[in-house]
């Protein structure tokens, strides 16, 4: 029995140890090991009505939009809305929403699905800074079109 207390207090130990040195993980500041990223082109679909994808994406693009400026590189970013993923240009009065603005000024074009729109009966007027020029005819066509476009597709949604 002394043991295994022994044991059970040396495995504690060992356990907040860990727990102690995973809060004090190094950083260092990336290199570019390849020359400057230049003009690239990303489409990134959004199907999900699920908020926490939302801001998820959001912050990737944001993080991508920082790390080309700071390494020589443009970005064209377009955000395709279908399906359940027309529900984030809802958002008007929170957090989402401040995202979606920030990243409108930042030259990112956010476009809506028409036949998504029509089958959730949602007025494009509805949606938060949608203009008729960000209605597409089919979100996932469009996505596809933008690839002959040479717009690379985010995969993860």
Not at 12 to 31: D, H, T
Not at 58 to 72: Q, R, S, Y
Not at 87 to 108: F, I, Y
Request: contains cysteine; neutral net charge.
């Amino acid at each position: 029995m002394k043991r295994l207390r022994s044991l059970l207090l040396c495995s504690f130990a060992m356990l907040s140890a860990s727990y102690a040195c995973a809060g004090e993980a190094a950083y260092v500041e990336p290199q570019l090991k390849h020359a400057a990223y230049g003009n690239l082109n990303i489409v990134v679909p959004v199907s999900s009505g699920d908020t926490r994808i939302w801001q998820f994406k959001m912050g990737n693009i944001m993080n991508a939009l920082n790390a080309a400026e700071k390494f020589g590189g443009k970005l064209t970013i377009k955000v395709v809305a279908y399906s359940r993923g027309v529900e984030l240009l809802k958002q008007k009065d929170n957090e989402t929403a401040e995202m979606l603005n920030e990243l409108r000024t930042k030259g990112v074009q956010f476009l809506a699905c028409n036949n998504s729109l029509k089958g959730m009966n949602i007025d494009y007027h509805a949606l938060n800074g949608v203009t008729e020029a960000d209605i597409v005819p089919a979100g996932f066509l469009e996505i596809a079109w933008l690839q002959t476009q040479n717009y690379q597709v985010d995969p993860m949604n």
